[in-house]
Structures are given as structure tokens and as C-alpha cells.
């Protein structure tokens, strides 16, 4: 899958290539260590697409959280009052 292709996909949509990708991902393991899979570089392809989902994601959630207005802190203010004489 292209990054053109995943740009174009919606957050729910994001998670459930992940989630199919790490599925397929586990498989291949498990075929090159029973040496049964023939085309080893499949595994490389596989985590770039997964790494490029989660970047993807990681780019909406830190989207999401610039849109919010983050609440203005008030400074302390302290009731007593301190003596500087002793």
C-alpha cells in the first residue's frame, strides 16, 4: 500500500490497516522461521506500511490537540501576609 493511499484514509480506517498489517506481519514471522516463506523482503514491506500508519496517526492526534485552546493558568496568589521584620 502506497503513502498516497493511507493519506486519503480516515482515523478508524488508520487502525484497521494497522491492526490487518501487524496480523499479516505476525504470519510472515512465523513463516521465515519455519522456512517457509520464499520472499523474505515481504517483512520489510510490510512494517513501512506499518510504521507510516502510525505516523499518520500520530499526525491527526497531534492535530487534534493543536486545535484545542489549552486552559490559561492562573497564577498562585498567596493570602498571607509575610513579615519581613523580626
Do not use: G
Not at 493519506?7 to 496480523?23: G, M, N, P, Q
Not at 516463506?37 to 510490510?46: G, H, S, T
Not at 492562573?74 to 513579615?83: G, I, L, Q, S, T
Amino acid at each position: 500500500m502506497e503513502f498516497k493511499e493511507l493519506k486519503k484514509k480516515s482515523e478508524a480506517e488508520l487502525h484497521k490497516v494497522l491492526a490487518d498489517y501487524r496480523t499479516k506481519l505476525r504470519e510472515l514471522r512465523f513463516k521465515d522461521a519455519n522456512k517457509q516463506l520464499k520472499n523474505v523482503r515481504e517483512i520489510r514491506a510490510v512494517r513501512t506500511v506499518i510504521a507510516q500508519a502510525i505516523t499518520l496517526l500520530n499526525e491527526l492526534k497531534n492535530q487534534n490537540t493543536k486545535n484545542e485552546k489549552p486552559e490559561k493558568l492562573k497564577p498562585e496568589v498567596n493570602d498571607k501576609k509575610v513579615d519581613d521584620k523580626k
